[in-house]
């Protein structure tokens, strides 16, 4: 359960978002500039809020009172649009660095598992550079799992991929829901929403406008956005 | 085939190990000073900035005077290094070295300052997000992804401190198989009549040493950037 009220100025612009995230699949539904990746780097605590709280499973993760928590003790996995692959190691070097850097023991099982259901076993020698973006992509949301999140946030997974990567990698995204790790899915993507989201919240100009089911997302948001 | 009289060979020997010494101590704090300047705002910042660069634009005299000032027996620093660590800077090789490295210090500092600036702040967050602690996002990020531009660094700083003359000659004077480095051993035989066969010998072995810097750190950058983009 992920509680988050908070609120943040970039420049002219003003954040002040108030909701609760249950288990499942929370998606962060709104247009772009719409302050969704600022609400989501503070979750993840790479900005941090001028006034608010930020709670995971009943851990203050943030509270103006005084409470910060630095991200590398958040224990919250983060797919970026972008990937961001580490270009100096091997794909199996990225896959493992979260559990080293959180000093996790090594759960062969698990990463097995988790190599399968993203289909990346086969590039597990390779460097990023040799890889396309859709396997990047993977191996991105691949390297947030392993580090056993309580939480994973993936902001616009699909954004930089073409129509054919989308396909490709939407159901690898389905099949994480049954990993069992509460998802912050952060898209400006009518379909995609309506179909991965348990829950969806609405952003506009930085606030929350409607919080629901899919039904939600009307028909016209798909037209104008899909 | 040239070949070198065994007083020659002293001063070449010299250099390089004063070089070696200038750039391996002066490398950590290199790398600390380009991490804050280019990764963190403060107070001041403007002024070490300024302080590192002093020698780059400083006559090479004045800041060895400035060192032999400092650092010399009397010195401030010098004597509480004298007495607590038994380290002595003047009249010693440790002393050239100390002057070469601070006059390669602002090359060192400058390389490695832009190549941390390349350096997409975006993957260290990525490194956050995934457990690193800010030393550890430095260690296993930022350092490896900043690596030609040290290896870059490391080779000016060498080979500034292979050249320098001025201010190692202040600070630490002109004495063979001490502080008597290619540079002033060059100098020295310029003095003299019949000196003109050995300076041009030293002067060939300066290029010699100078040109395989270059090309091995050219390689050595060139590797260190495949590895972090290619294959």
């Not at chain 2, 190549?115 to 490194?127: C, G, H, N, P």
């Amino acid at each position: 359960m992920l509680i988050v009220d908070v609120e943040k100025r970039l420049g002219e612009f003003t954040v002040a978002a108030k909701f609760e995230a249950a288990d499942g699949v929370t998606a962060l539904f709104g247009p772009s500039g719409s302050g969704k990746t600022s609400i989501v780097n503070m979750v993840a605590g790479l900005v941090t809020p001028d006034r608010g709280r930020i709670l995971c499973n009943g851990t203050l993760l943030f509270d103006s009172a005084g409470v910060n928590l630095p991200p590398h003790r958040r224990h919250i996995g983060y797919v970026f649009q972008d990937g961001r692959l580490f270009p100096h190691m091997t794909v199996a070097q990225n896959l493992d660095y979260g559990r080293r850097m959180y000093r996790l023991t090594h759960d062969a099982a698990a990463q097995a598992r988790i190599v399968k259901v993203l289909d990346i076993g086969h590039l597990l020698a390779r460097r990023p550079g040799k890889l396309s973006g859709g396997e990047r992509q993977r191996v991105a949301i691949g390297r947030a799992l392993l580090l056993q999140p309580l939480l994973l946030l993936l902001d616009e997974p699909l954004a930089s991929l073409d129509a054919a990567r989308k396909r490709e990698i939407f159901p690898y995204l389905m099949r994480l829901r049954d990993e069992a790790v509460p998802m912050i899915y952060v898209s400006h993507h009518a379909a995609e929403v309506k179909r991965i989201a348990s829950t969806v919240v609405r952003i506009e100009d930085g606030r929350v406008i409607g919080v629901g089911g899919s039904e939600i997302i009307d028909t016209a948001d798909a037209d104008a956005l899909g | 085939m040239f070949s070198l009289t065994p007083d020659e060979w002293t001063a070449v020997l010299l250099s390089l190990r004063i070089a070696a010494v200038a750039t391996v101590v002066a490398l950590p704090f290199g790398i600390a000073i380009a991490w804050l300047l280019a990764r963190k705002d403060f107070w001041g910042k403007a002024l070490v900035d300024g302080l590192v660069h002093l020698p780059l634009v400083l006559p090479p005299v004045v800041t060895g005077y400035l060192l032999l000032i400092w650092f010399g027996r009397r010195g401030v620093i010098g004597s509480f290094l004298a007495d607590t660590f038994g380290i002595v800077f003047s009249f010693r090789w440790t002393g050239a070295a100390l002057a070469c490295g601070v006059m390669g210090f602002p090359l060192l500092v400058r390389a490695i300052r832009l190549s941390i600036e390349a350096v997409d702040a975006k993957l260290e967050d990525a490194s956050r997000t995934l457990g690193a602690s800010p030393f550890r996002v430095f260690v296993t990020v930022t350092l490896p992804l900043a690596l030609p531009g040290i290896i870059a660094g490391m080779v000016l700083c060498f080979a500034k401190a292979l050249g320098e003359f001025g201010a190692t000659i202040t600070f630490v004077s002109n004495i063979p198989g001490e502080t008597q480095t290619i540079s002033a051993a060059i100098y020295t035989y310029l003095q003299v009549p019949g000196g003109d066969a050995p300076a041009a010998r030293l002067v060939i072995v300066a290029i010699i040493i100078s040109l395989i810097a270059l090309v091995s750190s050219e390689w050595l950058a060139r590797r260190a950037g495949t590895r972090l983009h290619g294959g």
